[in-house]
């Protein structure tokens, strides 16, 4: 239809919603995305622009002219618009500021300073658009501003109606419901509720998020040291902080950097960027194991069938270790546990890791057991020995996994670094070189003066 | 102050939201929370009885008067009060029907509906407090019925209005800003979209926040087999959703069953049982460890200074096998990887593990030489073909653990079950055997006469 009948497109798909529109945009090849939003109304390629991934929308922004760029930018919110030209700025600085300097004085100035805010700050999701209104307003008058602002075409924090002073401070908060409901004629000051939960534009997104989460809000104010309304941050922006902070832990927690793009859109070298780091790190970390190891070198020689259980212990360790971790950091992502609880976790992972402990370690037992009576391995000297040392190097290896596993989430917040970093491969790298240890001295104490 | 002025407890906190007076309560002593809500307005009680945790939430309707109870019950949204109720029952069947019973009729039956669908679909999630208006009425109107809804305290879903036709038909969806918006006089079926996202009410919670998330949504609406309306999901409980979504992918991906409660109110056994059963399945897998390198015995016992890379070898595979697997199962979250994307996936994994594989192969190589070299171990015949050998293991354990760690994911949504089951730990396990098993076939190939 693009070729054919381009003037009939914007009709087509006139009831189709903006994000369906940029799956169609995406799916299109890269060079014609362009001339489909030249075939809309600007406002509604606008939202379509939007809804785009960033690497093509940079790409769309880039093909057309610039006029027609600065456009489109100019219809999106102001919070969206300032996100839209900070992604492009990251490819193409130079196509950015052009964009901009062709955006409208007004519109212009308040893109600047949203663009001043970090972006992962509440400052950088809020929107300026926004309904305040004075204090000694009626229900009516300010109702009507509300109309007003519809009208216009201004299209973001409707729903919550912030009251003001003279001087422009934040004094109270009500729902749109409310004002609806209100009987005609009240003042707005005796309706609004004076106790309204703000954020200072500095905050970072996750302290949005987690205050949206908490009170249900569809809308959290961002003031300034007087408590002048800057801006507003809505629930669609806190869902999207919501989903990439998440992203970001289950990165973490598999042992690497967050990568802050689709997996299949990340470049080769991005991937293997994100991944070398902490890879190299662990197995550095992970060659200890080997110097351990060398310390007990003439008792692996004379008893190797300790070699035989090597990866089962530690692993253990490893697993018990990852399970305790990744508890404890997403308790800590959802605020259910705090830095000075750290006791109260060590008080419960300590009895869990070492019932667990006696479990696995039976288990254990019983597979060395086993192998001697059904005859599945060389018969061994002193294999009850050899039972009882694995059973009591999984109990400690387990216990002391579970332990690790938790306090290492506290211990690197204490430190200042995100507790999300406690990964998986990171717990099981630590215990895998105490685990030979434990193991090794159990040993030591079960078998000496007899095998070994 | 409850001791003291009981009456005058709900005229200091009126400003204060019930989010922060639950928090109150819960800092209370047990026995005294049905009190604290006993002095306040029912509306108020029941707003903060919504954001108690569940098990004091069912405390408090244990400790009251049925009577008292319902009444509280009775204050709250129907979702609401079909959660408490849900939440209730499991705990004590009993008193939650006795609660329901006490229920003017009207809110019972709707109750009963609501308790009929899965907790965890649409049906589970829905509101019945909606604005639907039929598509012949004027915005005048449509407003009017806006304006007495709000005032009859119906709290929920009213930022969008659902138009419908005679036989109570879904037609269309406008937000409550176009109907603000809207001329006067103008027909709300000319206004409204006739495009609208609909979900049944059977349909999972994750599909509800998916359409929510990427439409940029307040409200879904769920609808039955004849697009008659039946309730709408609010953005608040979506994001509910997506924080329990996300907790049990992260405690998955650490190896364990999800636990649905916080960490510090789960009890000892609650934490044993979620957690010992992938524990002791890992572990019997990890016993296979013990069988391949009992196939390696008498290797192992001439050539010792094998036994040393073990744990490193191996857990090196494990470690590029959690960061692939990851990020595989968090694309498959957030649907930019589905399964027939396998393939590009693989083609992605392969060389961006050999990569890893070579890197971290020569710093296992330089490992082995620099011991050598600095005299830090008993001299080793050979050595420069044992690092070789390591060089190569390290090399084949990576690629292999990035390609099983990103494949297990699609393997077991293919087969039906959670991708987020492919946890950290499983592929560990996997890659430990696999692992051990590369390692010595290097050897073999390597060593073979000279030191084996």
Redesign the interface.
């Known amino acids: 239809m693009l070729d054919e009948e381009p003037e009939n497109v914007a009709l087509e798909v006139e009831?189709?919603?903006p994000?369906d529109l940029a799956d169609v945009a995406e799916a299109l090849p890269k060079e014609r995305v362009a001339e489909f939003l030249s075939a809309l109304p600007a406002a509604r390629a606008a939202d379509v622009l939007e809804y785009l991934n960033d690497e093509l929308r940079s790409d769309v922004l880039e093909a057309m002219s610039t006029r027609q760029a600065a456009e489109l930018v100019t219809q999106m919110t102001p919070d969206d618009r300032a996100d839209v030209l900070e992604a492009l700025a990251e490819e193409n600085e130079e196509r950015a500021e052009e964009i901009l300097e062709q955006i409208p004085r007004e519109a212009r100035e308040e893109t600047e300073r949203l663009l001043a805010y970090e972006p992962y700050s509440a400052g950088g999701l809020m929107t300026t658009e926004f309904v305040s209104v004075p204090e000694a307003l009626t229900v009516e008058e300010a109702l009507q501003r509300?109309?007003a602002m519809?009208?216009a075409?201004r299209?973001e924090a409707?729903?919550t109606v912030y009251t003001t002073d003279e001087a422009g401070r934040l004094r109270g908060v009500l729902s749109?419901?409310?004002l609806?409901?209100a009987p005609e004629g009240a003042r707005i000051a005796d309706l609004a509720?004076?106790?309204v939960?703000t954020v200072a534009p500095t905050a970072e997104q996750e302290e949005v998020a987690r205050l949206?989460?908490?009170?249900?809000f569809?809308a959290v104010p961002v003031v300034d040291a007087e408590r002048r309304l800057l801006g507003v941050v809505t629930?669609?922006d806190?869902?999207?902080v919501?989903?990439e902070e998440?992203?970001e832990?289950?990165?973490k927690?598999?042992?690497?950097e967050a990568?802050d793009e689709?997996?299949?859109a990340a470049s080769?070298w991005t991937?293997?960027r994100k991944?070398?780091g902490?890879?190299?790190a662990?197995?550095?970390g992970?060659?200890f194991?080997?110097t351990v190891?060398?310390q007990f070198?003439d008792e692996?020689?004379v008893a190797?069938v300790l070699?035989?259980?090597?990866?089962?212990i530690?692993?253990?360790g490893?697993?018990?270790g990852?399970?305790?971790?990744?508890?404890?950091?997403?308790?800590m992502a959802?605020q259910?546990?705090r830095l000075r609880?750290w006791w109260?976790?060590a008080r419960?992972e300590l009895?869990?890791g070492l019932?667990?402990g006696v479990?696995?370690g039976v288990?254990?037992v019983f597979?060395v057991l086993l192998w001697e009576w059904l005859g599945l391995?060389?018969p061994q000297p002193h294999y009850q020995l050899v039972a009882l040392t694995v059973g009591i190097a999984?109990m400690g290896v387990?216990t002391f996994g579970s332990l690790a596993g938790s306090m290492l989430p506290f211990l690197l917040r204490r430190i200042g670094f995100d507790p999300a970093s406690a990964?998986?491969?990171f717990v099981?790298?630590l215990v895998?070189v105490t685990g030979?240890a434990i193991y090794f001295l159990a040993a030591a104490l079960v078998l000496r003066g007899t095998l070994l």
Do not use: C
């Open positions: 009831e189709v919603h994000a509300v109309r519809a009208r075409e299209r409707m729903y749109l419901r409310e609806l409901a509720w004076s106790e939960v949206t989460s908490n009170y249900g569809v629930v669609d806190v869902i999207g919501i989903e998440q992203t832990d289950v990165q927690l598999g042992g690497m990568i689709p997996y299949l080769f991937m293997i991944r070398v902490w890879l190299a662990l197995f550095v992970e060659l194991t080997a190891m060398q070198e692996l020689k190797v070699t035989l259980f090597i990866p089962l530690v692993s253990s490893g697993n018990s990852s399970q305790a971790t990744s508890l404890v950091i997403r308790a959802l259910e546990v609880d109260k976790v419960r009895p869990t019932t667990l479990i696995l288990i254990g597979r391995w060389r999984v387990v990964s998986a491969p099981a790298t895998d030979l």
